[in-house]
């Protein structure tokens, strides 16, 4: 089944941490690029973070930039984000897509052939 992953969500308080990982299931992401997203109850959904298919290239939206990471790891099939210093504004369902271009994060989103299932993050003391 072709598919993505998402996991390594949770309950974490402010401060902390939390790896997210974005696995394929079937086919190979080295050709796609990766993007991150969210949706927190009530809100649209948001661009997070994309990381580019050689992994050479990312880029962040503002409200996360220096808190969290984008990394692939292709002989893997997974992407990561690592999220650190979380805050309550930051629970959100995370998503990742594979993306047909690399997609500067606040653009239009580019197409994309598979889409995650997501994973809840939740920041709360």
């Known amino acids: 089944q072709l598919q993505l992953v998402e996991s390594g969500g949770g309950l974490v308080q402010p401060g902390g941490s939390l790896r997210l990982s974005c696995a394929a299931s079937g086919f190979t992401l080295d050709y796609y690029a990766i993007g991150w997203f969210r949706q927190a109850p009530g809100k649209e959904r948001e661009g997070v973070s994309c990381i580019s298919s050689s992994g050479s290239s990312r880029n962040y939206a503002d409200s996360v930039k220096g808190r969290f990471t984008i990394s692939r790891e292709n002989f893997g099939n997974t992407v990561y984000l690592q999220m650190n210093n979380l805050k309550p504004e930051d629970t959100a369902v995370y998503y990742c897509?594979?993306?047909?271009?690399?997609?500067?994060?606040?653009?239009?989103?580019?197409?994309?052939?598979?889409w995650g299932q997501g994973t809840q993050v939740i920041v709360s003391s």
């Open positions: 897509a594979a993306l047909r271009r690399y997609w500067v994060v606040g653009g239009p989103v580019p197409e994309y052939d598979y």
